[in-house]
């Protein structure tokens, strides 16, 4: 394992040559790298309105079950969130490394729209996303209104829509703890799991299931493994190169010194 941390951070040379040399990289993010985007993530602190939810345990069906409208209300807070943020440089590397290397698998855990805003043009969302509400009764998709881009009028609890089609509430679009993942999404990334020389894993804790076996499927198969992450996570001393400090400085650096003359 080979640790560098920002300010001391020079790309290890072998990481260099891994990447030229890689014919099919996996690049998986979670809330870490839209963080320098202002989007908290899982396990920060909430702020405002929500400091006394945790969002896992908002994140679950059940709680919907049990008062739709704090939950609706909590997702349509994030929506407005999201709508405000910009992407950073995080987003923007990876997209640079997206058309430099053979073949890139970008998945994300994330249900934000940051990295097909920051021009990445296929992003796998293992975890739904918000721009997609959908009937909790017969599925049809719902047109969400266009997002309020202030945060004036916050309030904790809005009454989710009905379906014009069978009256049931809509609900957010986003894979709660205990749901299944999109069955052809999962299908795609797992494989690109078992196929890739190289896996760059980005602002995750590497917590969450099955997403959070992505990563270990490509240790246990000895390809090069890269963790770019503010905190450790268990993971640390299997990864081949674990680059810590914030995603926004090590991606763009890394895309940098690996390809200088573009
Ligand atoms: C499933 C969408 C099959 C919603 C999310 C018991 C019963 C049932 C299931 C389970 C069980 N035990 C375990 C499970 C599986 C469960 C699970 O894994 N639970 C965990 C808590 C143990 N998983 C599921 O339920 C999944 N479904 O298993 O289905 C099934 C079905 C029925 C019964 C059994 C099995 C569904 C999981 C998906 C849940 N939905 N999101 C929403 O967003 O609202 S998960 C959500 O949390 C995120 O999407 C993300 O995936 C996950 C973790 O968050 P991270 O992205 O990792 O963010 P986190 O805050 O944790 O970490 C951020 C990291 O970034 C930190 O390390 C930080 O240091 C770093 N960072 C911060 N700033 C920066 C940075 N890094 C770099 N730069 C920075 N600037
Ligand atoms: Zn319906």
Request: glycine share 8%; net charge neutral.
């Amino acid at each position: 394992m080979d640790v560098r941390t920002v300010g001391a951070l020079r790309i290890p040379e072998e990481l260099r040559g891994a990447l030229r040399a890689a014919e099919h990289v996996v690049v998986l993010t979670g809330a870490g790298v839209s963080a320098e985007s202002g989007l908290s993530t899982f396990r920060d602190r909430q702020t405002g309105l929500w400091e006394r939810f945790k969002p896992e345990d908002l994140a679950t069906a059940g709680a919907f079950e049990r008062d739709p409208a704090l939950v609706w209300g909590w997702y349509e807070w994030r929506r407005a969130q999201i709508a405000r943020a910009l992407p950073n440089s995080a987003h923007t590397a990876i997209k640079a490394l997206g058309e430099r290397v053979r073949l890139m698998t970008l998945a994300t855990q994330n249900v934000d729209d940051l990295h097909e805003r920051a021009g990445s043009t296929v992003v796998h969302h293992l975890h739904g996303t918000v721009a997609d509400p959908f009937c909790s009764g017969c599925g049809r998709p719902f047109q969400a209104p266009q997002q309020r881009r202030d945060a004036s009028g916050e309030q904790l609890h809005l009454e989710p829509p009905r379906c014009s089609d069978c009256g049931a509430r809509i609900r957010p679009g986003v894979v709660w703890f205990g749901e299944m993942l999109p069955r052809r999404e999962w299908d795609i990334v797992e494989r690109a799991a078992m196929d890739c020389d190289l896996f760059i894993s980005v602002g995750t804790s590497a917590l969450v299931y099955p997403a959070a076996s992505l990563m270990r499927r490509a240790i246990a198969r000895r390809v090069t493994t890269v963790q770019i992450n503010l905190a450790h996570t268990e993971l640390d001393s299997r990864i081949t190169f674990v680059l810590r400090g914030p995603a926004g400085s090590i991606l763009p650096e890394l895309v940098k010194c690996v390809y200088p003359d573009q």
